[in-house]
Nanobody
Framework: QVQLVESGGGLVQPGGSLRLSCAAS????????MGWYRQAPGKGRESVAI???????NYADSVKGRFTISRDNAKNTVYLQMNSLKPEDTAVYYC?????????WGQGTQVTVSS
């Protein structure tokens, strides 16, 4: 059974930074696609950042230049470094693992950007 556990969320002021982590219970294979999605109140879930096994990344336009996704397969962990945070980044952030066409989700971690 695949389990993903996010951590690192919290309350931060505009312009601040947070680093989210997603720890997988099993091995993250090099063929797994990993990613971060988010869902703000009253809105649908949207893709924030994706990273392939080969290290290719894709970001939502709204976070380009501010967020960085990375993965450490040896630690079975994926990270999302978030800088220059804005109030509109406030959302629950979910970790995704896509393996052999099947999506697995974490339980989410709340990020609140407010002064």
């Amino acid at each position: 059974q695949v389990q993903l556990v996010e951590s690192g969320g919290g309350l931060v002021q505009p312009g601040g930074s947070l680093r989210l982590s997603c720890a997988a219970s099993g091995i993250i294979y090099s063929t797994d696609v990993m990613g971060w999605y988010r869902q703000a109140p009253g809105k649908g879930r949207e893709s924030v950042a994706i990273i392939t096994g080969g290290g290719r990344t894709n970001y939502a336009d709204s976070v380009k230049g501010r967020f960085t996704i990375s993965r450490d397969n040896a630690k079975n962990t994926v990270y999302l470094q978030m800088n220059s945070l804005k109030p509109e980044d406030t959302a629950v952030y979910y970790c995704l693992r896509r393996r052999l066409g099947v999506d697995y989700w974490g339980q989410g971690t709340q990020v609140t950007v407010s002064s």
